[in-house]
């Protein structure tokens, strides 16, 4: 939710719309989010001729921590119907030597297996943040890092994300272009992203759920006045809802299309904002708020 916050300013980033407990028949309790990726000025020229002036790409993800689900493989990006992204995750204690971990005939196919090292992976010169990068960042709270040569072998606590990411762009004369590079944007994403998750851990390291639930909504409340919309009556919450009669609903998650790994991921300009949302996860600025309430 920083990261999305991070990502944001006025007429673009990510809107939230929904985030509330689901309860699916097969995976259990879960979290579903649903958000809104406005980037319209984001998109290369190509994209730009084949999408409306006012772009954005809804996202629905599914989280059942150990295992979570971004998109639907049969339906798509409202604007682009025949665009569709679809992600799994799962979560294992091991340090990414695990065959087969989903255990799905979606892979026998044509595939390629990416290894992501958060540490010694090249990242964009412009997304690059000291503070950001595990090879210096040591955890004041943890312990941990910072990273060295080999540190997957030799880390103790260790766990790896697997993801099984398909992309489909059914449309004659873009498709291989669009598709390879929609991977390598999820790609970078995913990589910066967890160099950020490591390098934030001293912020969320500790938190309740409560406390989570709760910089959850406040920072969504400040994104979306950010971005310039009337920000919808966001639920955040941990009660339980009926059971689902069926398993997580359809849609195409966020990938962000520019010609290179997208602005937005940049680190934030200095800019106004309409609401303050909190700059970190830092608990004792949350307890003293809630004192003060």
């Not at 200095?270 to 970190?280: F, L, M, V």
């Given at each position: 939710?920083?990261?999305?916050?991070?990502?944001?300013?006025?007429?673009?980033?990510?809107?939230?719309?929904?985030?509330?407990?689901?309860?699916?028949?097969?995976?259990?309790?879960?979290?579903?989010?649903?958000?809104?990726?406005?980037?319209?000025?984001?998109?290369?020229?190509?994209?730009?001729?084949?999408?409306?002036?006012?772009?954005?790409?809804?996202?629905?993800?599914?989280n059942?921590?150990?295992?979570?689900?971004?998109?639907?493989?049969?339906?798509?990006?409202?604007?682009?119907?025949?665009?569709?992204?679809?992600?799994?995750?799962?979560?294992?204690?091991?340090?990414?030597?695990?065959?087969?971990?989903?255990?799905?005939?979606?892979?026998?196919?044509?595939?390629e297996?990416?290894?992501?090292?958060?540490?010694?992976?090249?990242?964009?010169?412009?997304?690059?943040?000291?503070?950001?990068?595990?090879?210096?960042?040591s955890?004041?709270?943890?312990?941990?890092?910072?990273?060295?040569?080999?540190?997957?072998?030799?880390?103790?606590?260790?766990?790896?994300?697997?993801?099984?990411?398909?992309?489909?762009?059914?449309?004659?004369?873009?498709?291989?272009?669009?598709?390879?590079?929609?991977?390598?944007?999820?790609?970078?994403?995913l990589?910066?992203?967890?160099?950020?998750?490591?390098?934030?851990?001293?912020?969320?390291?500790?938190?309740?759920m409560?406390?989570?639930?709760?910089?959850?909504?406040?920072?969504?409340?400040?994104?979306?006045?950010?971005?310039?919309?009337?920000?919808?009556?966001?639920?955040?919450?941990?009660?339980?809802?009926?059971?689902?009669?069926?398993?997580?609903?359809?849609?195409?998650?966020?990938?962000?299309?520019?010609?290179?790994?997208?602005?937005?991921?940049?680190?934030?300009?200095?800019?106004?904002?309409?609401?303050?949302?909190?700059?970190?996860?830092?608990?004792p600025?949350?307890?003293?708020?809630?004192?003060?309430?």
């Amino acid at each position: 939710i920083k990261h999305s916050h991070q990502e944001s300013e006025k007429g673009e980033g990510v809107e939230v719309v929904k985030n509330e407990p689901h309860e699916d028949p097969v995976h259990g309790p879960g979290q579903f989010t649903e958000k809104r990726v406005h980037l319209s000025s984001k998109l290369p020229s190509w994209a730009r001729a084949v999408t409306p002036r006012i772009f954005y790409i809804t996202e629905k993800a599914w989280n059942y921590y150990p295992y979570t689900i971004t998109g639907e493989p049969r339906q798509g990006c409202s604007f682009l119907p025949k665009f569709s992204i679809y992600i799994e995750t799962k979560y294992e204690d091991n340090c990414g030597d695990s065959e087969n971990i989903f255990h799905s005939d979606k892979i026998l196919g044509d595939h390629e297996v990416s290894f992501l090292d958060i540490a010694f992976d090249e990242i964009p010169e412009r997304y690059y943040r000291s503070l950001e990068d595990p090879r210096f960042f040591s955890s004041a709270k943890t312990g941990r890092g910072p990273l060295r040569e080999g540190w997957r072998q030799h880390t103790k606590p260790i766990m790896c994300s697997y993801k099984l990411v398909s992309v489909k762009f059914e449309v004659w004369g873009l498709q291989t272009r669009v598709e390879q590079f929609v991977h390598k944007v999820i790609r970078d994403i995913l990589l910066i992203g967890h160099r950020q998750a490591f390098a934030w851990v001293d912020e969320w390291c500790g938190m309740t759920m409560e406390e989570v639930r709760r910089y959850e909504q406040e920072t969504q409340e400040a994104t979306n006045e950010l971005i310039g919309l009337v920000a919808p009556a966001i639920s955040v919450s941990e009660v339980g809802q009926p059971t689902a009669t069926h398993s997580a609903p359809a849609s195409a998650p966020s990938t962000p299309l520019s010609d290179e790994a997208p602005e937005f991921l940049a680190p934030p300009k200095t800019r106004p904002r309409k609401k303050s949302a909190p700059e970190t996860l830092t608990l004792p600025a949350l307890r003293e708020r809630a004192g003060a309430e």
